[in-house]
Structures are given as C-alpha cells and as structure tokens.
C-alpha cells in the first residue's frame, strides 16, 4: 500500500512537472507574440513621428512673426515638435549635400527660411494632414508646405498589413496555446480520475473535489508564467545591453505589457482547463472512465 502511494505520487508530480514545462514553452511563445505586436508598434510610431512637414517662409517676415507663428504651431494638437531652419543654415545644408561650397552665394541666399514639423504617430496619416495643411497654408508669411506624401502614404498601408497579420498571428498562437495547455491539463486530472470518482462516490461534494486541482492548476500557471517572464525578460535585457538605442524602443510599457499579458494567459488558462476538465469527469459515468 505504501509503495503504491509512493508511485502515485511520483506520477502525479510528474504529471505535474510536464505540465509545468508545457505550459511554459506555450506561454513563452505567446510571450513573445506579445513583445513583437507592442515593439511593432512603437517602431512604427516612431517611423510615423521622423516624418517632417516642411513650411516654407516668406523672406519679409519679421523676426516677431516667425515667433508668432512657432508659437502656434507648438499648441497645435498635431504637432510633437518645431524646429526653425534660418535662410543660412539652410544654405549651409544645401551645400553639404551637393558637395560645393556656400562662398559660391556671398552675395545672395536663395534658400529661404523655414520650419520643420514633426507631427504626433496618431495624426501622420493622409486623413489628418487634410485638416493640417489648410491651417497652415493660410498664413499670409507662409509661401509653401510641403511633405513626403507617398512615402508616408507607403507606409502607413505596409504598417495596417503588419499588424494584421501579428493580429491573426496571436489570435492563432493563443488558440494552439489553449488547446495545447488544456490537453497537458487534460492527461495530468485523467489521470487521477479514479480518485475523482471515489470522492464522489463517499459524498464529496463537487467543489470540494474541485478545490485541490484548481490550486494546483493555479501553481503551475504561476511557476509557468514566472518561468517564461524569466526567460522572455533575460533575452530582452541581453537585445538591450546590445544595442542600448533599442530601449526607445523596448520601453518597460512593453515590458510590462508582454510580462502582464503572459501571466494573466498563465493563470486564466490553466483554471479555465483545470475546471472544465474536472466536471467533464464528475459528469461522466462509471463505465466511461475505463475507455481512457
């Protein structure tokens, strides 16, 4: 009698250490589904926000105009930043990237003044720009604005493909994440089903069989989850002593959200699975349990 309960224990925390790890490996990949779909978006954010509205100036506007007219433009909405560009830095631009020499226009500088706006990720979108532009053509000072519409256009449509498809991609992975824990779980309370069944038979009622394998359930999700967070966690701080420009990127809101993301699944999944199983079982009749 002891020794048979010295294999049934040694059975059930196999059974639960194989739960353990396959629950892990699941939620690692969900995991890093998770960083890739919220890395994704900040970079694309990013890409969105180096765009840059250019706003030609009139040469007669007065020193006090142009500072009206910054001024306006850091309240706008739609703006994330200003940057004034004078007629001789301009030229000085110029020259660099023509490789000649600014001496050439002593005389004249026919590179006029202007402001370069860098828009909000939410409004670098031809919709926005339509409302944007208008407000900023009408200045009597400004002769012209202009800004890399197909490149943004570009863009934004190869950005709405990607997160569709890291979109169906989670929705997917957490199906096979599902479907793959609650087997594990499956084979791990099959296998005491037996047990199961004689507490029924003694008057136990169901929650209180219930009980043991929704905690245990609760355990392996919580060591799964830890384990995978510990992992996941590992290899973004090794992508971040790296190449230490990825933590603009790599911000603890996305750290947060991956590491938050991978133990709520944890925690929700295994319960779920734990709890279904178990009535499934207190369900079934006596002669169904020796077809498994």
């Not at 900023?136 to 990607?162: A, F, G, T, W």
């Not at 590491?259 to 319960?271: P, R, W, Y």
């Amino acid at each position: 009698m002891v020794k048979r309960k010295k294999i049934n224990s040694g059975l059930t925390s196999m059974n639960a250490l194989i739960s353990c790890i396959s629950t892990t490996l699941m939620l690692l990949l969900l995991g890093l589904v998770t960083f890739f779909i919220t890395f994704a978006y900040n970079f694309s954010n990013d890409l969105r926000e180096n765009f840059h509205v250019t706003i030609i100036l009139d040469d007669e506007m007065t020193r006090g105009e142009g500072y009206a007219l910054q001024t306006k433009l850091k309240h706008m909405a739609a703006i994330r930043h200003v940057t004034y560009i004078s007629k001789e830095k301009a030229l000085k631009e110029q020259a660099e990237a023509l490789e000649s020499d600014s001496i050439e226009f002593k005389d004249i500088n026919p590179m006029p003044a202007s402001f370069e706006v860098s828009l909000k990720a939410e409004y670098a979108n031809k919709d926005s720009l339509k409302y944007l532009l208008p407000q900023l053509e009408k200045h009597p000072k400004v002769l012209d604005v202009s800004y890399p519409q197909n490149l943004m256009d570009s863009l934004n449509s190869n950005i709405r493909k990607i997160s569709f498809i890291l979109l169906i991609l989670a929705l997917l992975l957490t199906l096979v994440s599902f479907v793959n824990i609650n087997n594990t779980i499956q084979l791990s309370v099959f296998s005491r089903r037996f047990l199961i069944h004689t507490m029924k038979l003694v008057g136990a009622s169901w929650r209180f069989i219930r009980k043991p394998f929704l905690i245990q359930a609760l355990l392996i999700g919580l060591l799964s989850a830890l384990f995978a967070s510990i992992i996941l966690f590992g290899c973004i701080y090794a992508i971040t002593q790296y190449e230490p420009n990825m933590m603009r990127l790599i911000t603890w809101e996305v750290v947060a959200c991956t590491l938050g993301i991978i133990f709520v699944c944890g925690i929700l999944l295994t319960l779920i699975c734990a709890y279904v199983t178990v009535n499934k079982i207190l369900r079934m009749q006596t002669k169904k349990l020796y077809r498994y």
